[in-house]
């Protein structure tokens, strides 16, 4: 290969890392700013904007165009997966890392279902932040390394094919949140979302698990790796 063609190669890799541009979507500011302080030392960066819930992601995303999302799974109002699937509906080249504080597999599991790049728990260190993002920029997935072992160590079903396949990412979150002792009020205030919403959800998982009692919600979370 000719010595200018090989340069002129290098160039544009330059040029298009260049101008990569990041949404951060993240109803907590302490953690937007601490992404956005990471993610401005990736070579490239041209700029770092920040959402707080999903309905103002994509409110974003339809005015300016975004080379990856990293988007919180746990949102109030629009969940993190909902936000995702409305994204990937309108924007499908569009890169999206979720970020969680949940490894459980099925989470990971309908993430990539849904058309997400990368997993990551909200626990991982700078540096594997900015390998992941690194990565799906190359067009390649990413999973949390720690949960890519868990998977592998501990192969899980068929999302689809356990109990609590079948309820909704918010029904599951719910789930978990009454599994550890918060209280309806608590679990409201979490998600910005109503005690009156909070109850109907209970009802809904209750009777898709056929629980009986809060006990037989909290067993069948430890039983299955879910509290």
């Known amino acids: 290969m000719p010595e200018y063609i090989v340069v002129s190669f290098k160039f544009m890799i330059v040029n298009s890392t260049a101008s990569m541009k990041i949404l951060i979507c993240d109803d907590h500011r302490i953690v937007r700013h601490g992404l956005k302080q990471i993610l401005q030392q990736l070579e490239g960066v041209s700029s770092v904007k920040e959402a707080t819930d999903g309905e103002e992601a994509l409110l974003i995303l339809k005015n300016e165009v975004f080379d990856i999302l990293l988007l919180d799974i746990s949102l109030p109002g629009i969940s993190g997966l909902e936000t995702l699937k409305k994204v990937k509906e309108k924007w499908p080249s569009l890169h999206v890392m979720m970020l969680s504080m949940y490894t459980q597999e099925q989470y990971t599991k309908r993430a990539f279902a849904y058309g997400a790049s990368g997993y990551l728990s909200k626990d991982s260190a ?25 998977m592998i160590i501990h192969p899980e079903i068929p999302v689809d094919c356990i109990n609590h396949g079948k309820l909704s990412f918010r029904e599951m979150e719910i789930l978990v949140k009454l599994s550890r002792g918060m209280s309806l009020h608590e679990i409201g205030n979490e998600l910005s979302i109503s005690f009156k919403t909070v109850s109907t959800y209970k009802t809904r998982i209750f009777k898709k698990m056929n629980f009986d009692s809060n006990n037989d919600l909290t067993r069948y979370c430890i039983d299955n790796h879910l509290a």
């Not at 540096?127 to 067009?139: D, H, N, Q, R, S």
Request: proline share 4%; glycine share 4%; hydrophobic share 45%.
């Open 126 to 150: 700078p540096e594997e932040l900015i390998l992941a993002v690194k990565k799906i920029m190359t067009g390649k997935k990413y999973i949390d390394q720690a949960i890519a072992e868990s």
